[in-house]
């Protein structure tokens, strides 16, 4: 089970920092994700990590304003955001994969068996 934290209203240019914990099970081994969803559109990838060497990658949107990260001893993966936009306000989703995805499948929400339950981000202007 996948626990999502740490939305909430922010100005815009400021920052937030969602976690995702795991219980049950550890991410060794694993693929993290976040992803971002809206009313109306698509749920959009911002960014994963591949626990096995800490590898990153990010949405172009995204990049260069939010870093993710992973805490082993926590079993826990985290997305720093950096000058937050009101385009970022979203329900951001966690998501897990077993295994070490490759680059073409980390953006793809079907490559994820894990979800967690979502926390809102709202930036405001």
């Known amino acids: 089970q996948l626990q999502a934290s740490g939305g909430g209203l922010v100005q815009a240019g400021g920052s937030l920092r969602v976690s995702c914990a795991a219980s049950g099970r550890t991410f060794s081994g694993y693929t993290s994700g976040w992803f971002r969803q809206t009313p109306g559109k698509e749920r959009e990838f911002v960014a994963a990590?591949?626990?096995?060497?800490?590898?990153?990658a990010y949405a172009d949107s995204v990049k260069g304003r939010f870093t993710i990260s992973r805490d082993n001893a926590k079993n826990t993966v985290y997305l720093q955001m950096n000058s937050l936009k009101p385009e970022d306000t979203a329900v951001y989703y966690c998501a897990a994969a077993q295994g070490r995805l490759i680059t073409s499948l980390l953006g793809l929400p079907i490559s994820y068996t894990y979800w967690g339950q979502g926390t809102q981000v709202t930036v405001s202007s």
């Open positions: 990590i591949r626990w096995s060497e800490g590898s990153t």
